[in-house]
């Protein structure tokens, strides 16, 4: 028998009084947001952390009773206890979902998100990890074909390499999926729900069909993969990551605290545009809807893997800063600054990855009005924002050029 106080610690889903809250809000999450298990555990906890922050904060008070001043607190402590912009960013849009649903259900008669501030976050200042493509090439020949789990585990490396699907997307892929005649993988249960298909290559091809000749467990289950320990069946979210990280570090590579699928995902879209692919062609590949997702991989084309990367400058840091506080502003006089906020956010990117120097100027303020082409009238308003955008910061550096309307 477990001692006590491992029992104890246990707690009752009927002695907590906001289980019936959360089990609304997952089903809210799923039905009304559309959000997969994975996303929805996520924004589950930070409801869930929310709800007790206030619960200790404020006891025997009900949520009718929650005000801004007490979303701001909460939103403080989070934020307090994260380091990264981009935990920083998902807390916040925990609270500002689960503030949405509040309202949504009728628990509350305001919604509340407007209130939960927003947090800056540099997309081109973390850039996603890699390997070099020569690493990743070593890391998949070292790999034997002696036994039922080396070529599995080469199949499913060359899988990931080559076509760049996500964990989840592999662990979705049936037998039925391949089409073994136009040599193509159907992915279903993709990130941005819309099933797609991918290439398969010769080489990867001949792996999995030796995967499934010789080495798959003969068992009735659909899936393409599955694991060799008892019991036998598909797959499991950390199934994909200890193989990829098992065969990398046999092949000689150190590995930091990301070494999962989406090492070799990034690894692949990295040395397509390092090959001057189209970079249509790689959000095709990728599955991304926004072609602004891949060019987060030609912003770094000719950098160092891993180690060695060129960091933001000083100018391009402060420009951020300045960016983000001149949003808040136009947010908080009641402005929606949707469209400018993203016009500035890129600006802010441009000058990054062209290594620009302070000041601000007008000749770099045109250039990047210009780099997008488009219609004169887009243009024309791409430099009205940065116009304004100029004022505000001549208040902190004065050498800052005025720009001229058009």
């Excluded at 009304?32 to 929805?40: I, Q």
């Excluded at 136009?182 to 729900?193: I, L, N, S």
């Excluded at 001949?206 to 060799?228: E, G, Q, T």
Aim: aromatic share 8%; net charge positive; proline share 5%.
């Amino acid at each position: 028998m477990a001692p006590e106080r491992f029992i104890a610690s246990v707690p009752s889903v009927d002695a907590d009084p906001d289980a019936p809250l959360l089990a609304s809000f997952s089903d809210y999450l799923g039905r009304v947001r559309g959000l997969e298990p994975k996303t929805r555990e996520g924004v589950l906890l930070g409801g869930r952390r929310f709800l007790d922050w206030f619960r200790h904060h404020h006891p025997g008070q009900d949520l009718e009773a929650l005000a801004a001043e007490h979303v701001l607190a909460a939103v403080e402590h989070r934020l307090s206890l994260w380091a990264t912009s981009g935990t920083r960013t998902a807390a916040t849009s925990h609270i500002r979902t689960f503030l949405r649903f509040l309202c949504w259900a009728g628990h509350h008669d305001q919604d509340l998100a407007g209130v939960v501030p927003r947090t800056p976050h540099w997309r081109l200042a973390h850039l996603p990890p890699r390997l070099a493509w020569d690493d990743v090439r070593r890391a998949i020949d070292a790999i034997g074909a002696t036994t039922p789990v080396n070529i599995r585990d080469r199949a499913v490396l060359l899988l990931l390499a080559t076509t760049g699907i996500r964990n989840g997307e592999l662990r979705a892929i049936q037998l039925q999926d391949i089409d073994w005649r136009a040599g193509e993988v159907f992915v279903r249960r993709t990130k941005g729900k819309r099933d797609r298909v991918a290439p398969l290559l010769e080489e990867t091809g001949a792996a999995l069909a030796d995967y499934i000749l010789r080495a798959r467990p003969k068992v009735d289950s659909p899936y393409l993969f599955l694991s060799f320990t008892p019991p036998l069946g598909p797959f499991k979210c950390a199934s994909v990551s200890k193989i990829v990280r098992k065969r990398l570090r046999h092949g000689g590579i150190e590995l930091g605290r990301v070494g999962g699928a989406h090492l070799l995902r990034h690894s692949l879209a990295t040395q397509l545009v390092r090959q001057r692919r189209p970079i249509n062609e790689v959000a095709d590949l990728l599955g991304h809807q926004s072609i602004n997702t891949t060019a987060l991989y030609a912003a770094r084309r000719g950098r160092t893997p891993l180690s060695g990367r060129r960091r933001m400058t000083a100018f391009a840091r402060f420009l951020g800063e300045k960016a983000e506080r001149y949003i808040e502003l136009r947010h908080s006089l009641g402005y929606a600054f949707s469209k400018q906020a993203g016009t500035l956010r890129a600006f802010v990117r441009y000058v990054e990855r062209a290594q620009l120097d302070a000041p601000a100027t007008r000749t770099m303020a045109l250039d990047f009005a210009l780099s997008f082409g488009g219609a004169a009238n887009s243009r024309v308003t791409r430099h009205g924002v940065l116009r304004q955008f100029y004022e505000y910061l001549a208040v902190y550096d004065v050498r800052t050029e005025a720009l001229e309307r058009r």
